[in-house]
């Protein structure tokens, strides 16, 4: 059995390989989306999404990323999980649970 991926904070550097994952994961669970749609928001993702966010990458041991989570404060804006560990439980034990998740739900 594999142990679960680690977390780091994404750098400038991993941006190209997080919207790899990002295009995996819409291409592969979001099927009500047209190809250009796709790509007119894969770009806002990797020009303002990304520098805009706190994110934090999940990768395996080898350091290869297998998602990510963006924040802005204690709001989560965005995850995505590549495809291939898509029902693996791979899901990092150390994702932070935002504030809302340890108080109950919140609707503000």
Same mark, same amino acid.
Not at 11 to 25: F, M, N, Q, S, Y
């Given at each position: 059995?594999?142990?679960?991926?680690?977390? #780091?904070?994404?750098?400038?550097? @991993?941006? +190209?390989?997080?919207?790899?994952?990002?295009?995996?994961?819409?291409?592969?669970?979001?099927?009500?989306?047209? +190809? @250009?749609?796709?790509?007119?928001?894969?770009?806002?993702? #990797?020009?303002?999404?990304? /520098?805009?966010?706190?994110?934090?990458?999940?990768?395996?041991?080898?350091?290869? /990323?297998?998602?990510?989570?963006?924040?802005?404060?204690?709001?989560?804006?965005?995850?995505?999980?590549? +495809?291939?560990?898509?029902?693996?439980?791979?899901? +990092?034990?150390?994702?932070?649970?935002? /504030?809302?998740? #340890?108080?109950?739900?919140?609707?503000?």
């Amino acid at each position: 059995m594999s142990s679960s991926p680690t977390v #780091r904070t994404a750098t400038p550097a @991993d941006h +190209p390989e997080l919207v790899r994952i990002w295009r995996r994961a819409v291409e592969a669970t979001h099927t009500f989306l047209t +190809p @250009d749609d796709v790509d007119e928001i894969e770009t806002e993702v #990797r020009t303002a999404a990304l /520098p805009a966010l706190s994110v934090l990458v999940a990768q395996r041991a080898d350091g290869t /990323p297998v998602g990510w989570i963006g924040t802005d404060g204690h709001r989560v804006e965005a995850l995505f999980v590549d +495809p291939s560990a898509h029902g693996r439980a791979s899901a +990092p034990r150390s994702w932070p649970r935002p /504030p809302s998740a #340890r108080r109950g739900w919140s609707s503000t």
